[in-house]
């Protein structure tokens, strides 16, 4: 276990941030100055739980959010100051609704049937002028921007800044790319476990943000921040290995069936089906704000395709469908957006792959077609939520998911996620005004 005292001490930190994420994917944090780590670091820091975006009231006591000094990252921008993530507790038992406990609990899970669920995620995201309402380079017009040679290297500074940092924490970012939105970037590194995938994911947000910040510009993870052109996606490449990490149980060279063929094993089938047995109420988790079903029910944008999915389906190496499956021994969720909680995403897809390995869930039918040309021709497939009310309707009513979660993480992501649709419901758009101010 790393001494963060001792750390400061050997590389001239100064302050810690001690960090947790709240139900919404907000990142909390404390600036503690070196001089007490040692207290905070057995102890935790103190939070007013209510304060944040969880299940609390002002009359609870003192949430403590204890370090877990593994995670601490010496900031490449601003090194005297490192960050470090933290498990909230309250009067000594661990807060079943904090994000990151929800995934260590699931993390248990797999662990206890011998499985360790790796993931890799790629996040996409907008640098934006500093009010946020329009791409920051005005010269990135093209109607096909995807992987524009010029318009990424007008962007360099910020994006490679971001890589070498990467590098730097030894993360293996392999490629950077502009991608299919005018002003929108995706960066890749190495899959890991979904606890440190999560963890890396938490920090990464902070970094394209800090860094774009210092280059005057707003980067936002936000699922559809331009109207007519493709949202934020945060897709989740998906394994499950041994206990030791050196053998793929997802893998087989020796497979029948619809997965089998693609190189799935029989394991990998079931969690498969777990997956898109729970579709509906994991996009409660994976698309959990309003503005997330404006990318997965959108029309086709400005380059022709809104590379998300509306309807539960699965494939081979295909895009246009919910799921794909690339490779051997490994999946690709398309569903998730910028807005999805790191913690909680990876803790979604732990519970409804080990739901569906319970249950030796079916996939169901392998559709090898151009889902945005051809998926009329699919009569039974299920529909993803046209909203957030849909979505946690979903969420509350699909037991084997919310019971895998645990129930009291569940009842407080349900009551704050309505509590918000109920806020949204309460505000006048302009659109309401200019379609009904006269009828």
């Avoid at 500074?157 to 950077?176: F, K, R, T």
């Avoid at 469908?321 to 803790?347: C, I, K, S, T, W």
């Avoid at 732990?350 to 030796?360: P, R, W």
Wanted: glycine share 8%; net charge negative; aromatic share 10%.
């Amino acid at each position: 276990m790393t001494d963060l005292a001792a750390f400061a001490a050997e590389n001239g930190v100064k302050f810690f941030m001690i960090s947790f994420t709240d139900l919404f994917g907000g990142q909390r944090a404390k600036l503690v100055p070196a001089q007490a780590i040692a207290d905070m670091q057995q102890d935790g820091a103190g939070f007013a739980g209510f304060a944040a975006w969880l299940d609390m009231s002002p009359a609870d006591p003192d949430m403590l959010a204890v370090p877990d000094p593994d995670t601490v990252i010496q900031l490449p921008w601003k090194p005297e100051v490192a960050w470090v993530a933290a498990n909230p507790v309250m009067e000594g038992a661990e807060v079943a609704q904090a994000p990151r406990n929800v995934l260590r609990a699931m993390v248990a899970k797999a662990g206890a049937k011998g499985m360790r669920v790796k993931t890799g995620i790629e996040a996409e995201f907008f640098l934006l002028t500093p009010d946020g309402k329009e791409i920051s380079d005005p010269a990135d017009t093209a109607a096909k921007p995807c992987y524009d040679q010029q318009a990424v290297m007008r962007r360099y500074d910020v994006i490679a800044e971001i890589c070498e940092y990467m590098l730097d924490l030894g993360w293996g970012p392999y490629q950077n790319d502009h991608e299919d939105a005018n002003g929108q970037f995706e960066m890749n590194w190495d899959f890991a476990d979904a606890l440190v995938t999560a963890d890396r994911h938490s920090f990464f947000k902070f970094m394209v943000k800090s860094v774009a910040e210092k280059y005057g510009l707003r980067a936002t993870f936000m699922p559809k921040p331009i109207a007519n052109l493709t949202g934020n996606g945060c897709h989740a490449h998906i394994s499950v290995w041994d206990m030791e990490g050196k053998s793929n149980v997802f893998a087989t060279d020796t497979g029948t069936g619809p997965a089998g063929e693609l190189g799935l094993s029989e394991q990998g089938s079931h969690f498969l089906g777990g997956i898109m047995r729970h579709a509906e109420a994991l996009a409660a988790l994976t698309n959990p704000t309003v503005n997330s079903y404006k990318r997965i029910n959108a029309p086709a944008t400005l380059s022709g395709a809104s590379w998300a999915p509306n309807t539960v389906t699965w494939t081979g190496n295909n895009r246009t469908h919910m799921v794909r499956v690339p490779g051997p021994g490994r999946f690709e969720l398309r569903l998730p957006d910028g807005a999805a909680n790191p913690y909680l995403l990876q803790a979604a897809i732990i519970a409804a792959g080990l739901s569906g390995l319970e249950a030796k869930a079916d996939p169901g039918p392998r559709h090898d077609i151009n889902m945005y040309t051809d998926g009329h021709t699919v009569k039974d497939a299920v529909r993803l939520p046209l909203n957030l009310m849909d979505a946690i309707r979903a969420f509350q009513s699909d037991t084997g998911l919310t019971t895998m979660l645990g129930a009291e993480f569940s009842a407080s992501y349900a009551k704050m996620k309505l509590q918000e649709w109920q806020s949204y419901m309460q505000h006048f758009s302009d659109w309401e005004r200019e379609n009904t101010l006269d009828i």
